[in-house]
């Protein structure tokens, strides 16, 4: 890519090419029908196209290409995790993320900054002792670091004894990043449209019919379409769209509320969290203040913003980043999130045949973009459930496996 | 501010409630294999549309039952668990 990019810097003029091929009709049959256009049904169909040599795929979205929570999270990448299924989960996504731009040929704007967790208690300072532990062992960088280290990382945050809850310690996560997250999803749809997959937005599946235990075909709002096989990759809406299929989730959903502020020149180079006060922050490379905190307190299908979640997110950052009191917010929004009771994904078979979730995403799907994409792409082509993701089957419920990481989120939800 | 009429007290700000989940009938634990209990436990409907759930006025710690639009927010009526109270007494 670095080669293509000067040869292109140094033209008289600087052509733009479509991204993406115009939506034709839908044919009658595809061998993969992916619902969901977002960052991770973007990926999965890349990686089928591919590394699998299957391209008679239809890439659905009853919206647009990457507008749902692909253009709603936060854009923290990081492998900081709690249980060993989900460290070497997320390692493998670090480790992809890292070479993206590259592999796609097109610029994600990845940025290693680190990511600091901050523990207001004993308590908190013994998990990240824990989490530490874990990760080294799996060649993770996390450590257990002092006040006068967090100072010299971060030297605007208030590290005081005089504050509601002082900061005692922190978890330095060397390898958390950040991305445009957009470019992930144009990056990978682009990919993958470029190998023959078929793009198709404003296409909603409103069923889905199976016959005999298997999936043979969806019933869009553009007609029917048969298919082999159907991913639903639908974060926000995945116990609607397993509804449809007969499978019932053990998912409630929440809205997750945001806001960024006006821009200021660079202080902030890690991304920060504090999961006692319910609050993560980055700067982004425009300078705005990028601010996420902890889900709505109660179950809801929408985006809507309420000024008491907007109020609690900015007492909480003014606790660490006073000088933010005059910051002016420029823009607000919400976002969808499956939880599911562990806080770690569903993905892989359901008991409908050839019908695969990659579902229960919560707070934590753009990290696990390219991961996901690889292994989900993986077990399409060969029926075979990587052992990456073999934690993650929906079937652990029931055997009362489940890969608890409630204790690793960024923001208590 | 979003008021919640809780059926004991009356009107309240929504901050003093606790949410409880989507309501669904005990499982008998004599009866139930461990599969059924775990799709109890574990699994939800979540539809997004009218459903009912469990709420608590938490400063009197008095649980009751809200019909409320999931995709709105919209609250149709609470009322006390007992409308809802098998023969037997449980919810």
Same mark, same amino acid.
């Given at each position: 890519m670095p080669l293509a990019l000067l040869k292109y810097g140094l033209r008289n003029d600087y052509p733009a090419t479509s991204h993406f091929s115009e939506s034709a009709d839908l044919k009658d049959h595809y061998d993969v029908v992916i619902i969901g256009a977002g960052g991770h049904g973007a990926a999965i169909a890349y990686y089928l196209a591919r590394y699998h040599g299957i391209s008679n795929i239809a890439l659905l979205d009853k919206g647009y290409l990457g507008g749902g929570n692909t253009a709603r999270n936060t854009a923290v990448i990081r492998s900081n995790y709690l249980t060993e299924e989900g460290v070497r989960f997320y390692r493998e996504s670090v480790q992809l993320f890292r070479g993206l731009s590259n592999e796609l040929g097109y610029n994600i704007m990845m940025e290693d900054r680190g990511q600091l967790t901050l523990a207001h208690s004993d308590a908190a300072i013994r998990s990240f002792r824990w989490r530490a532990e874990v990760n080294r062992r799996l060649g993770v960088r996390s450590e257990l670091i002092d006040r006068q280290s967090i100072r010299e990382l971060v030297p605007n945050l208030r590290v005081t004894d005089d504050s509601r809850f002082p900061i005692l310690a922190g978890l330095w996560h060397a390898d958390g990043a950040t991305a445009r997250h957009d470019a992930v999803v144009w990056g990978y749809a682009r990919g993958a449209c470029q190998r023959g997959v078929e793009l198709h937005q404003l296409t909603e599946v409103q069923s889905v019919e199976v016959t005999d235990g298997a999936v043979k075909s969806v019933l869009t709002n553009r007609g029917r379409v048969g298919c082999g096989c159907v991913v639903q990759a639908v974060a926000g809406m995945s116990s609607v769209v397993a509804r449809l299929a007969g499978i019932r989730l053990p998912i409630h959903t929440f809205p997750l509320q945001a806001m960024v502020t006006q821009p200021y020149k660079p202080v902030l180079t890690p991304l920060v969290s504090s999961p006692h006060l319910h609050v993560y922050v980055q700067q982004t490379s425009r300078g705005e203040f990028v601010l996420g905190g902890g889900s709505d307190p109660y179950a809801l299908y929408n985006t809507r913003s309420t000024l008491e979640q907007k109020e609690s997110l900015a007492s909480a950052i003014l606790e660490l %980043?006073? %000088?933010?009191?005059q910051a002016k917010v420029l823009r607000q929004w919400a976002g969808i999130t499956d939880m599911t009771p562990d806080y770690s994904p569903i993905m892989g078979l359901s008991s409908v045949k050839n019908y695969y979730l990659d579902a @229960? &995403?919560? #707070? &934590? @799907?753009f990290k696990a973009t390219p991961i996901c994409g690889k292994t989900m792409a993986s077990l399409v082509a060969t029926g075979r459930v990587p052992e990456l993701i073999r934690p993650f089957e929906l079937e652990r419920f029931y055997r009362f496996e489940q890969v608890n990481e409630a204790g690793a989120t960024a923001a208590s939800h | 501010m979003k008021i919640l009429i809780c059926p004991l007290n009356g009107p309240r700000n929504i901050s003093e409630f606790t949410y409880g989940g989507e309501y669904h009938p005990l499982a008998d634990p004599q009866k139930s294999n461990d599969r059924a209990w775990a799709d109890y436990v574990f699994f939800h409907d979540n539809h997004a549309g009218i459903v009912i759930e469990w709420w608590c006025h938490t400063a009197s710690s008095y649980w009751f039952l809200a019909e409320r639009d #999931?995709? #709105?927010?919209?609250?149709v009526r609470t009322f006390p668990a007992s409308e809802l109270a098998t023969s037997d007494g449980r919810s």
């Open positions: %980043f006073p %000088f933010l009191s @229960g &995403w919560g #707070t &934590w @799907g | #999931t995709r #709105t927010d919209n609250v």
